[in-house]
């Protein structure tokens, strides 16, 4: 009586699918705090322009 060990299945594993796409969950684009930094710019800007014409203009009781 001869005993043999049993067989092993082998079993190949299939990698996993790649992602067709991704960058499917990357939001792309320029976000939000851009945005609003650029606004803030701009509004700094504009009261830059403002204050030296309020400056320019002497008062009464200086003169």
Known sequence: MTHEPPKLKTILKTPPKQATNPLQFVKVGPCSLYRTAQEQLQK??????????????????QS
């Open 44 to 61: 700094v800007q504009e009261v830059k322009k403002i204050k030296p014409e309020v400056r320019d203009d002497p008062e009464d009781w």
